[in-house]
């Protein structure tokens, strides 16, 4: 994403019609098929550092002192804003530079800091730990989405990227059985007098996060393609790939992010400040009104970077510009989906907290029956969403739409009556059924952001559809649902809340259900006429 003064990468071939021939016989290669194993391997991890805090949320409540709403901003906020921050400057390194050495590098750092929050004694090292794997994970997918692009042609790549999308749900479920299990051996182990004094939720954040570092090791070992040869748009590698990234460094993490204004005179630096007061203002509000004040800074800052960001982009890189933040069907796209994890984030995390706290599980039965089964019903609803997504685009140039709004309606019902039941049983079931079909619609709002760029955009297109994933989602509905829950003193109460979220979500949905086709058509047309050299 760079613009005309840095000298903005030139394409050297045309994209083929989706509808060509040639592009319609391409077959994966086998290494292609052997990149996307280990790269489904590291998404498991992203997903066992990230989740294992759900398992362990009732005894590091207990053992630090916390609420459920401080245990939704662990979950949630700590680490999906500065995701969400990070992944925009690394979306674009991703763009630009060698994918296999940034994701070996991300990898590293989020598998330490996973490490490292087994040593917190407080909330506020727990915090700053969780910040640190947001950052580090803010790697994988940009890096990913683009590799697996470049590696599978388009008429596979919604099933491609729902093999890699797996991940996150085997990673999650894992991530329940392990944790669950690590606790109740630790403690039973060593009720007194543990290694290092350390508890058993502590000792299960060191044995998941030191694997990572030995995984950074093989990732690094993966060959890199040649940018935009899927679609016959050769890309070559910029001189300088770490100027790009700089910039949008500067662009989107403050304070930095002033003197980027600054640079781009007076009337920019206004704009920004004026947002800077808007968002400023709106988060002062919901602190007062909440008494939550970590997070509603830490979001108001999210919010706050993401415009800057935005702000400026037009003026860096129009063509960029146009094809995401100018084009509604990739922003109705993103934000449909963004509510689609608004609620799955939400009803995954506090899963074992109810199984243990309401329905009176052990830790180790919660998570094996919530995690194994959770892993399975998620595995088979991205494969066959992503598979059915495929299909259906065959045949109607927005189908793949139809596929999200089925992924964010259906799980509404099994999520009210499992978050109602008295029944472990029923519990169980119910969760298993919510996994399974909210799983269905990431592969096909994935494919469909990659679709509406080009193969230079594909790394910040895909940080761009996480910003709705996390911004929206993972930062907001965990929370909302401790919130509720702690305001009400009910956790019920607290994880039902979350189904607003199938009404907006449903309106963004049809604007994208009519717009995709059109702005998929256009791609190329667009983006010349933003100034792009293809």
């Known amino acids: 994403m760079t613009d005309s003064v840095d000298g903005r990468e030139s394409a050297e071939a045309t994209a083929p019609a989706a509808t060509d021939p040639v592009e319609e016989e391409q077959k994966a290669s086998g290494y292609a098929w052997y990149v996307l194993s280990i790269l489904v391997i590291l998404y498991i991890l992203n997903f066992i550092d990230r989740n294992i805090l759900s398992i362990l949320a009732e005894d590091i409540k ?57 040593f917190a004694k407080n909330f506020t090292t727990l915090s700053v730990a969780r910040i640190g794997v947001g950052v580090g994970e803010a790697t994988a997918s940009p ?46 182990a060593y009720p007194v007098d543990a290694p290092l004094g350390l508890a058993g939720w502590q000792a299960a954040f060191i044995a998941v996060g030191l694997p990572g570092l030995l995984l950074a090791l093989i990732v690094l070992t993966l060959r890199e393609p040649i940018r935009g ?14 100027r790009g990234f700089v910039r949008e460094l500067f662009a989107v993490i403050p304070p930095f992010t002033l003197i980027a204004a600054i640079r781009g005179g007076s009337r920019t630096l206004m704009v920004n400040l004026a947002g800077l007061t808007v968002i400023g203002l709106g988060a002062w509000g919901m602190a007062t009104l909440t008494g939550n004040t970590q997070q509603w800074v830490a979001v108001g800052i999210g919010y706050y970077a993401i415009y800057s960001w935005a702000s400026t982009l037009k003026k860096r890189d129009e063509p960029t510009f146009k094809l995401i933040w100018g084009t509604p069907a990739f922003l109705t796209t993103i934000l449909g989906y963004g509510m ?23 830790p180790a039965l919660a998570g094996w029956w919530i995690g194994g089964p959770g892993a399975v019903a998620g595995f088979l609803g991205v494969i066959m969403g992503g598979r059915m997504a495929d299909w259906l685009r ?13 992924g964010l309606a259906v799980p509404a019902i099994p999520l009210a009556f499992a978050f109602t039941t008295q029944s472990p049983f029923a519990f169980y079931v119910l969760v298993f059924l919510m996994s399974f079909v ?12 990659q679709d509406l760029v080009l193969p230079r955009m594909r790394g910040t297109a895909t940080a761009t559809f996480f910003l709705s994933t996390t911004l929206v989602g993972l930062a907001l509905g965990p929370y909302m649902a401790g919130q509720v829950s702690a305001v009400s003193e009910s956790l019920s109460t607290g994880v039902l809340s979350l189904l607003i979220a199938v009404p907006i979500g449903m309106a963004m949905l049809l604007i994208a259900y009519r717009t995709v086709p059109e702005a998929e058509r256009t791609v190329i ?4 006429a933003a100034g792009e050299d293809i």
């Open 143 to 188: 890096a990913a989405y683009s590799l697996i692009s470049d590696w599978f042609p388009k008429k596979m790549r919604a099933t491609a990227l729902a093999i890699y999308s797996s991940g996150l749900y085997i990673g999650g479920g894992v991530s329940l059985l392990i944790g669950g299990a690590i606790v109740e051996r630790w403690n039973a």
């Open 229 to 242: 040869q899927s679609e016959g748009i050769v890309t070559p590698p910029p001189k300088d790939p770490f």
């Open 525 to 528: 047309e667009r983006a010349r």
């Open 438 to 449: 909210a799983s269905s619609a990431l592969g096909a709002a994935a494919a469909t952001t």
């Open 394 to 406: 065959q045949r109607n140039p927005a189908g793949r739409i139809l596929v999200v709004m089925f």
């Open 62 to 118: 207990a053992d630090l002192g916390l609420t459920d709403d401080q245990l939704g901003f662990l979950y949630g906020t700590a680490f999906g804003v500065f995701y969400a921050l990070f992944g925009i400057p690394l979306g674009k390194l991703a763009d630009s530079w060698h994918r296999v050495r940034l994701m070996s590098a991300g990898l590293a750092l989020w598998s330490a800091m996973t490490a490292l929050s087994g």
């Open 340 to 362: 689609v994890a608004f609620m799955s984030y939400a009803a995954s995390f506090w899963s074992a907290p109810y199984a243990i706290r309401v329905l009176g599980e052990a």
